[in-house]
Structures are given as structure tokens and as C-alpha cells.
């Protein structure tokens, strides 16, 4: 026996605001179904879980979560920084080292970190 992930569920004082960063994010689609003030909303990943966001009437109160996603971009880790930082996002914290390796920490527009890793390029350029 085993079990399929479904969703991964994030928490948020409004949900569709929230699934539409993380459309832009991740570049999928919101479900059809979901408008402005809807309780929950959907991104749809082609593959894999769906990203669900439910709203929830408290804010966030831990320090840093305790599941997070990585995210890795097709163009390079800095870029996409740039990129995301430009949509909403926040500096968390900054692992980049100097040959080329880490990742950067950023927080959603609701607090939820995730992190920013190399791409497939850059990961391969490296000795």
C-alpha cells in the first residue's frame, strides 16, 4: 500500500491573492474555478501535487516552516532572485557562496519561506 501526495497545503489569510503569486512563481495556471475572496485556491502543477491555499483567519507565528518547497529556475539563480524579489517576495536569507554554490532563502507575501536553488545549467557548469 502506499499514498499519493495531492496537495500541498499552504495556510493564508487570503488564499487567491497567495496562489497567484505563486502562479506567477511557478508559472502554472490557477484552477478556472478560482476569483478574488474565494476561501481556497488552486495552482495547478502539471505533474505532481497541487499547490492548494486555504484562507485561515491568523497570520503566520513560527520563525520558519517546518516544510518548505525549492524551487529551481530555468534561467540562472540570480535572475530568478531578481525576478521574484520583483513580484513580491522578500529576502530571507542569502546562502550563495562564492564558487558559485548555495541557495537564497526568500519569504512569500505572507511570510512562507522557499528557497531559490541553481539551475540545471549552472549545476552542471560547475567542475
Same mark, same amino acid.
Given at each position: 500500500?502506499? @499514498?499519493?501526495?495531492?496537495? %500541498? ?30 476561501? &481556497? @485556491? ?7 501535487? %497541487?499547490?492548494?491555499?486555504? $484562507? ?13 518547497? +525549492?524551487?529551481?529556475?530555468? $534561467?540562472?539563480? +540570480? ?9 513580491? @517576495? ?8 562564492? +564558487? ?21 545549467? &549552472?549545476? @552542471?557548469?560547475?567542475?
Amino acid at each position: 500500500m502506499s @499514498a499519493k501526495p495531492q496537495h %500541498i497545503t499552504f495556510s493564508s489569510l487570503d488564499a487567491y491573492e497567495l496562489a497567484t503569486f505563486w502562479s506567477k512563481v511557478t508559472g502554472y495556471p490557477l484552477a478556472d474555478d478560482d476569483f478574488p475572496g474565494d476561501p &481556497e @485556491a488552486s495552482v495547478l502543477a502539471p505533474t505532481g501535487p %497541487i499547490l492548494l491555499f486555504v $484562507t485561515v483567519p491568523d497570520k503566520k507565528t513560527a520563525l520558519r516552516n517546518r516544510v518548505h518547497l +525549492d524551487v529551481q529556475p530555468d $534561467t540562472t539563480r +540570480d535572475d530568478e532572485v531578481a525576478r521574484l524579489l520583483g513580484i513580491g @517576495a522578500t529576502l530571507v536569507d542569502d546562502q550563495r557562496r562564492p +564558487d558559485g554554490r548555495g541557495w537564497v532563502v526568500l519569504g512569500d507575501p505572507e511570510g512562507n519561506e522557499f528557497c531559490v536553488e541553481r539551475s540545471a545549467a &549552472e549545476k @552542471a557548469a560547475m567542475p
